[in-house]
C-alpha cells in the first residue's frame, strides 16, 4: 500500500463536506479559511471519532468554543442558547455533528481503497490542552468561519 | 390505531430530530439506545417501521437487522437505516441486508418524512381527529 495522505486530499474533501454538515443540520455557514495560526479556544469543546482498518488508522477531532458549541446545539435542537442547562445535551449534537463528519470522511477513505470502521463519538472539554498524534501519524487542520468562531477540523491519520 | 415507528439510536440529538419531525403527524414514536434495547423495543411495540442508526455501543445497527431478521414474528418489520457513510460499499453492504431504504446522514427533515411517508402512510393529527363523514 503506498497511499499518502497527499492523495485523499483532506483539504479539498473536509472543506466540502463539514460546509454540507453545517449547512445542512445547523442552517449556518461553515466558510473555509486558510490561516496558518493555531486558533484560541479559551473554553474549548472538541468532538473525536477513532477511525480504524487493516491500512489506516487515525482519528477527526472538531474543536470549538464553549460559546458555539452552545449555539450549535440551539440552532439544532430549536431551543434558545440559554435554556441549554444541560451539559450532555450539548455534548450529543457536537458528538453527532463529528460523527457526521467523520462518515463521510470514512466513505471517502473508502473511496481510496483505504476501508475502516470508525467509533462512537467522545467530547472533551477543557480551557488549555492540545491533542498530539503519536509518531509517524500526520496530522492536517482546516479552519473555518462559522458564525464569527473559528472551527478547526483536525485529521490524524496513519496509512501502512 | 396510530402508526408506531420505533426510533433506534444512540444519539438522543438524531432521537429528537426524528421526533419532532412526526410531531404533525398520527402516530406513536418509541425510542431505544442501542441495538439491545431497539430489539427489546421491537418484540414488545411490534412497530409499523423501524428506523435504525448503524455505529452503535452495545450492539448496533447491522447486528441488530440480522436478529430482528431471524426473528419470525419481526422479520418482516420494514427498516430505514440512517447512516454517516454515503460511500458505494456501505451502501451495497445496507441494501443486501434486506432493508426497505436508507438515509445518510446529514439530512433534512423532509428527506427523512418523504422516505418515512414511503413505508407508512402518515396522517396529520387534525385530519386523524376529524369525525368520520355520514
Same mark, same amino acid.
Given at each position: 500500500?503506498?497511499?499518502? %495522505? $497527499? ?25 473555509? *479559511? $486558510? ?9 474549548? +469543546? %472538541? ?8 491500512? *489506516? ?25 440559554? #435554556?441549554?442547562?444541560?451539559?450532555? #445535551? ?45 509518531? &509517524?501519524?500526520?496530522?492536517? $487542520? *482546516? !479552519? ?8 478547526? *477540523? ?7 | 390505531?396510530?402508526?408506531? @415507528? ?7 440529538? @438524531? ?12 402516530? +406513536? !414514536?418509541? #425510542? ?13 411495540? /411490534? ?7 448503524? %455505529?452503535?455501543? +452495545? ?10 431478521? #431471524? ?7 420494514? +427498516? ?5 457513510? $454515503? &460511500? ?8 443486501? !441486508?434486506?432493508?426497505?431504504?436508507? !438515509?445518510? /446522514?446529514?439530512? /433534512? ?26
Amino acid at each position: 500500500m503506498s497511499i499518502q %495522505t $497527499s492523495a485523499i486530499n483532506v483539504q479539498k474533501f473536509l472543506g466540502e463536506h463539514v460546509q454540507s454538515v453545517f449547512e445542512t443540520m445547523l442552517s449556518m455557514k461553515a466558510v473555509p *479559511v $486558510s490561516i496558518n495560526l493555531s486558533p484560541h479556544y479559551p473554553e474549548r +469543546v %472538541t468532538g473525536s471519532v477513532g477511525l480504524g482498518g487493516e491500512n *489506516v488508522t487515525g482519528a477527526i477531532y472538531l474543536h470549538m468554543t464553549a460559546a458555539f458549541a452552545r449555539l450549535a446545539a440551539s440552532s439544532l435542537l430549536g431551543l434558545p442558547p440559554e #435554556e441549554l442547562t444541560n451539559e450532555s #445535551e450539548i455534548n450529543d449534537v457536537i458528538g453527532e455533528l463529528t460523527n457526521m463528519v467523520a462518515g463521510g470522511f470514512k466513505s471517502h477513505l473508502n473511496d481510496h481503497d483505504l476501508p475502516c470502521a470508525i467509533s462512537t463519538p467522545a467530547i472533551i472539554r477543557g480551557t488549555a490542552y492540545e491533542i498530539e498524534p503519536p509518531q &509517524g501519524v500526520q496530522r492536517e $487542520s *482546516v !479552519l473555518f468561519n462559522c458564525a464569527n468562531e473559528c472551527i478547526t *477540523v483536525e485529521v490524524h491519520l496513519r496509512i501502512n | 390505531m396510530p402508526i408506531k @415507528i420505533l426510533s433506534v439510536d444512540d444519539s438522543r440529538t @438524531i432521537r429528537l430530530i426524528v421526533g419532532r419531525t412526526l410531531r404533525p403527524f398520527d402516530c +406513536v !414514536l418509541i #425510542e431505544a439506545g442501542n441495538g439491545e434495547e431497539g430489539l427489546a423495543a421491537a418484540a414488545r411495540e /411490534k412497530p409499523d417501521l423501524i428506523l435504525l442508526d448503524v %455505529t452503535m455501543p +452495545v450492539m448496533d445497527g447491522v447486528t441488530m437487522l440480522t436478529q430482528l431478521r #431471524e426473528t419470525p414474528e419481526l422479520k418482516a418489520t420494514p +427498516v430505514i437505516m440512517l447512516t454517516a457513510e $454515503s &460511500g458505494r460499499e456501505n451502501v451495497l453492504h445496507i441494501a443486501r !441486508l434486506g432493508v426497505r431504504d436508507y !438515509l445518510v /446522514k446529514p439530512f /433534512k427533515e423532509e428527506q427523512l418524512l418523504e422516505k418515512i411517508g414511503k413505508v407508512v402512510s402518515l396522517v396529520k393529527k387534525e385530519t386523524a381527529a376529524l369525525p368520520a363523514a355520514a
